[in-house]
């Protein structure tokens, strides 16, 4: 490892590998469940700094899923491993019987009702050899969502995550996963991961963000506007087998990254959960509106940059929109968009609308062919054209859901209740013009 700083994870390419080998690496190894009694507070002492991950414990949250490993490392198991809070390169060495031919592994899916702790496994490559995730023949996914995701650390506890789903990576995932190396994987339900030598490759990995050139592609990346090299990234893709919904073939979730130095940045669309890829159907004729979610610990300003945009027909404006401070920015024309703000703010503050048409601006308040205002638990639009000119009216929640979709004809005064409290997004499309405001229900 050229850096053995904090958690990374493994998985052993021998049949019966004894974990008691990374003893000369750890010195002491502790294995055991970290959250005695759901300790969520890590009193745990000693630390551990040898685990596996069960699924069936995480019933709140994925950081509960950890568990103490013992006896012989099992192949196609993936394991987390913290070699210490200093840096510099090491080499550990493990020996066994080396694998090949086929092999597999159960994965689990315990529904627990909150559908995003559910289902992951901490898997790895069970070979001498890199593999190739995207290999078209040798693998057995069973109940197995395609995106994969890796853990990069930044300090002994901290870090960030990597994905990569449908030939598109964020933070530097790829399709190649190295000999030795340990990932998550998300279950749909109970099933099957398995692999034949048709996987492996020959070289180990160069990395690299994406494999996806054919589809229109936009790349987001997100930073503290004086430190350019903490980053995070988000991708937006249009592909014709892609739906408005989670689909497990193309859209990646977000992982959010534990160091506060690095912002999160992530999408979603109807309604989904916070997603790192994002695919979506192809563009058509009218505007498309995909919630955009900034996340950050720290104070201060921020960079969104338009790091790649990739395949999009010359006619086609891809805009930021800022919602608190009413600004829309072409990306397309201007790619770097800076903003301030504070630490665990609202997510949702920013859209990226995809449009054909020229759009000017945001209104607020200001538009001549509409208004929207809330009283009690209703949120009125009133909406004047005369033009007979459909609009388009969506309104969000602060994170990202779309709870209400409508098409506005003519002119008149509509009504819509909704039950929670809270600030929601009033998104409004017409032709050319939009108009978007903030809506408070208490």
Known sequence: MPNKLGYHYYSSPFAAAPISDFTDELGTIYSAYPYVGFDTLQTVTPFPNFYLYDETYA????????????????????????????GGSLTTDITGTVNSGPLSIPVTYTSSGNAWADGWNLVGNPYPSPIDWG????????????????????????????????????????????SMQGFFVKATAAGTLGVTNDVRVN????????????????????????????????????????????DSGFDAYKMMNNDPAYPNLYTSYNGSASLS?????????????????????????????????????????????????????????????????????PQY?????????????????????????????????????????KAVLSVYNMLGQQVITDELLGSSTFRYTLDKPGCYIVNIISGSDTFQKKIIIM
């Not at 019933?59 to 200093?86: E, H, R, V």
């Not at 995701?149 to 598109?168: H, L």
């Not at 494999?211 to 937006?236: A, C, F, H």
């Not at 048409?357 to 209703?378: H, L, M, P, R, Y």
Request: glycine fraction near 10%.
């Open 59 to 86: 019933q709140t949250t994925i950081s509960i899923g950890w568990d103490g490993a013992s006896g012989n490392l099992l192949p196609m198991k993936g394991y987390c491993i913290n070699f210490g809070g200093s």
């Open 135 to 178: 290999a078209t023949s040798g693998w057995t996914k069973t109940g197995v969502a395609d995106g994969i995701y890796y853990f990069k650390a930044t300090s002994q506890y901290y870090g960030t995550y990597a994905s990569f789903v449908g030939g598109y990576g964020t933070n530097g995932g790829t399709a190649t996963i190295p």
């Open 203 to 246: 070289a180990q990995p160069t990395f690299f963000k994406s494999t996806g050139t054919v589809y229109p592609s936009l790349r987001l990346t997100g930073y503290q506007t004086q430190n350019t090299t903490k980053t995070d990234e988000t991708v937006i893709y249009f592909n014709p087998q892609a739906t408005n919904n989670f």
């Open 277 to 345: 890829i994002n695919a979506l159907p192809p563009l058509s004729n009218t505007d498309m509106v995909v919630p955009l979610g900034y996340m950050t610990k720290t104070n201060g300003s921020f960079t969104i940059n338009a790091s790649e945009i990739l395949n999009f027909d010359p006619s086609q404006h891809i805009y930021l929109e800022d919602n608190q401070t009413s600004t829309i920015q072409d990306l397309t024309l201007n790619p770097v968009y800076t903003f301030t703000t504070t630490a665990n703010a």
């Open 349 to 389: 503050r920013f859209f990226i609308r995809f449009s054909p048409t020229i759009v000017t601006g945001i209104g607020e308040n200001s538009t001549s062919f509409v208004n929207a205002w809330s009283s009690g638990k209703d949120i009125y639009v009133s909406h004047s054209n005369t033009t007979l000119q």
